[in-house]
């Protein structure tokens, strides 16, 4: 037991490298990157306590951007091997919960080191060849996110354990804040590598143990997360990586006496199945589970005729096209005022003749691949749909190839219906719809906005006019878990713009904060009495 009341390192986010040519991080990063397209193919296990579990079932893991290419085969596990899985977990529970805060705050800021040095070009390497990210993207989440999060993590976990009780003379009132009692389930997607390690390692931080399934399109950069673990000192059992169909993962998980929490982030359609599961199995559980989901957006962009166009465009060929519009966060659909629209629709139009598609390897590349022919399929029925509409029309792009990879050029929709298909469903893709609106009706605009789409996650205004901005912050209020002004909504930073929404976008328990930690605890309040009295008669008796 540790006789101090110990200080962490003070986080600071990773700063971003350029990659600009000539860099050094750069000629590694390509490097690395071209050593593993052409190795042998690689094996990717499952990481169940401290064994490596290989199966007869194998799973082909190809890049997006060529997926006649093997990088390797992931061994696919059956209801046994979750069963393993959730076993280790509480074998390894009791001495992980009972491990010092600081020694398990140790191993996670020895991750974020790993990561920001010798770990830095496999792990962007990795999610640039199983994710068809370009390099700035792939810097921004797999590396930087992830580094702010172990640090941030490590500091807001110091903040929870500091917030005390009161004490009065005679007594002395602590709180104690527990890991849940049982194992938490951590079900990830396939477009955030950070998301990927921070849904598994946030509640570890706390003590928990874990059972982690990633997205069978992630298990590629999924490997690489847990050799930093292992590289950092995680003992085993404490995060275990089962790659499982999710349904087979689920009928196991789900009606374990010993499930404690569920961290989720992917669709809504199946967050809302699994809420549904959970509720319906309630009562075969110890506690009840705390249940915390980041899903679905339709994230809007709104400009106000006071704004300037070549701002808004720039927001717009960023906010819907980076990582070809893969992002929860991305710019899906726009309102733009009828006496800018000229002007923003040729900056955006020159910004995607502009644009360079192909494999993330050919750093001038802004475009590459979707993640796979499922998505593929589902991105391309929307923009042939939109062809024979004739309240819609094409103004760019519209064009797809998946005969080598899964390419998708940047689309974008004008359409004269604001209740258009494209403006209100999800589509997770490089597919943008605006709808140009009378100058003078910015609040009847405001108001169409907030009552489009069942999503609540992100949403920007532009406007130089101060009152319009006002009027779009609270108007807009409950539209966006994350709201800009005057800026694209992607691209939140841990520490900065917390992130999370309500509505059908989520729980909205704010990833990259201590509002998100606070839901892997189970506080105990315990109160001692120095002097405990000797007479059960109170004052009031006499």
């Not at 005057?486 to 201590?514: E, H, L, M």
Request: charged share 20%.
């Amino acid at each position: 037991m540790a006789n101090g009341i110990f200080n962490v390192p003070v986080a600071k986010n990773e700063p971003v490298k350029s990659y600009a040519p000539g860099s050094p991080e750069r000629e590694e990063l390509l490097a690395v990157y071209n050593e593993m397209y052409n190795q042998e193919p690689i094996h990717v296990p499952m990481y169940i306590g401290g064994e490596e579990i290989s199966t007869d079932n194998k799973k082909k893991l190809s890049p997006p951007h060529e997926h006649a290419k093997v990088l390797g085969h992931a061994s696919i596990g059956d209801a046994s091997h979750v069963e393993m899985a959730i076993d280790a977990a509480m074998k390894a529970r009791e001495a992980w919960a009972n491990l010092p805060w600081e020694e398990r705050a140790a191993i996670f800021l020895k991750a974020a080191d790993l990561l920001a040095g010798p770990f830095r070009a496999k792990m962007n390497a990795a999610t640039m060849l199983a994710q068809s990210k370009n390099v700035f993207q792939t810097e921004i989440d797999a590396v930087c996110e992830l580094v702010d999060f172990f640090r941030f993590n490590v500091q807001y976990m110091t903040q929870i354990y500091r917030e005390q009780p009161e004490s009065l003379p005679g007594t002395w009132n602590r709180l104690e804040y527990r890991p849940l009692e049982g194992f938490v389930f951590a079900i990830t997607p396939f477009n955030f590598t950070s998301i990927a390690a921070n849904l598994s390692a946030a509640p570890a931080m706390m003590g928990n143990v874990v059972v982690w399934k990633p997205a069978e399109s992630q298990i590629y950069s999924a490997k690489v997360i847990m050799d930093i673990f292992k590289a950092a000192g995680l003992p085993d059992g404490v995060i275990n990586m089962v790659t499982t169909r999710g349904s087979v993962a689920g009928e196991v998980v789900f009606n374990h006496r010993d499930f404690g929490g569920l961290h989720f982030t992917g669709s809504t359609s199946v967050f809302q199945s699994l809420w549904k599961t959970i509720g319906s199995n309630v009562h075969k559980y110890r506690s009840y589970p705390r249940i915390v989901g980041e899903t679905g957006g339709k994230d809007f962009v709104v400009a106000h005729k006071s704004s300037n166009a070549k701002e808004v465009a720039t927001a717009l060929s960023r906010g819907a096209f980076e990582f070809q519009g893969q992002k929860c966060s991305a710019a899906s659909r726009a309102y733009i005022p009828n006496n800018i629209w000229g002007d923003v629709k040729e900056y955006l139009l020159a910004d995607l003749k502009s644009f360079k598609m192909g494999a993330p390897s050919d750093t001038s590349n802004f475009i590459n691949a979707v993640i796979d022919e499922k998505a593929f399929d589902s991105i391309s029925s929307y923009i042939d749909y939109v062809k024979d509409q004739p309240d819609a029309e094409i103004i760019a792009g519209g064009n797809y190839d998946k005969s080598k990879g899964y390419f998708i050029e940047p689309t974008v929709i004008l359409t004269s219906n604001p209740k258009f298909r494209t403006m209100c469903e999800e589509i997770f893709g490089p597919v943008l719809t605006i709808y140009v609106y009378e100058a003078d009706q910015f609040e009847e605009t405001l108001r169409l906005v907030d009552g489009t789409s069942d999503y609540a996650l992100t949403g920007a205004i532009f406007s130089n006019d101060r009152y319009a901005t006002n009027l779009a912050v609270k108007l807009l209020e409950n539209s966006a878990g994350n709201f800009y002004i005057n800026d694209k909504p992607t691209g939140a930073v841990v520490g900065q713009q917390p992130f999370g929404g309500a509505r059908g976008s989520g729980t909205n328990d704010k990833a990259g904060a201590s509002l998100n930690l606070l839901r892997w605890v189970s506080a105990r309040t315990i109160k001692e009495t120095f002097v405990p009295p000797t007479d059960y008669r109170y004052p009031f008796l006499g």
